[in-house]
């Protein structure tokens, strides 16, 4: 299973999401479902062949780590709430698809999903994950 990672920045707080590139497709249709804005936002398309190639794989790192940096700064003009507090605590309660650890069952055990929710809620880790990218201008 490949995971992307894309890096998240709020103020001083700063870290790392990744995902599948499956639940950003699905964060994505979600959000268009509720801001049909979102249609004009760029989002790589899906590519059945050559989609483990390592220059792909970073270069649609790089495209979905700009789309979602575009969905945030959407969410700063759209929402009041985080407009009025632009934290971690407030992106993650608007959109859990940026937290950074695994969900937990109340026995400590990682949950497990077998089908996609549109709650986004689900992690993973990357093997490689001492590689982080330097940040961008435009990140929150």
């Not at 590519?47 to 575009?70: H, I, P, S, W």
């Not at 971690?88 to 859990?96: D, N």
């Not at 077998?114 to 992690?123: A, E, M, N």
Request: charged share 30%; aromatic share 10%.
């Amino acid at each position: 299973m490949l995971m992307l990672m894309v890096y998240i920045r709020i103020h001083d707080n700063e870290w790392n999401v990744y995902r599948r590139y499956t639940e950003f497709r699905e964060l994505h249709n979600h959000l268009r479902n509720k801001f049909p804005q979102v249609d004009t936002f760029s989002f790589p398309p899906k590519k059945a062949l050559g989609n483990k190639d390592a220059k792909f794989v970073e270069e649609r790192r790089k495209q979905l780590q700009g789309y979602l940096r575009t969905v945030m700064n959407k969410l700063i003009q759209t929402l009041p709430e985080f407009t009025a507090r632009p934290t971690k605590e407030t992106l993650l309660s608007l959109l859990p698809f940026c937290l950074d650890t695994p969900q937990t069952t109340d026995s400590g055990a990682k949950t497990v999903r077998s089908k996609p929710s549109s709650r986004f809620p689900r992690l993973g880790r990357s093997r490689n994950q001492d590689a982080r990218p330097e940040p961008q201008s435009g990140d929150l």
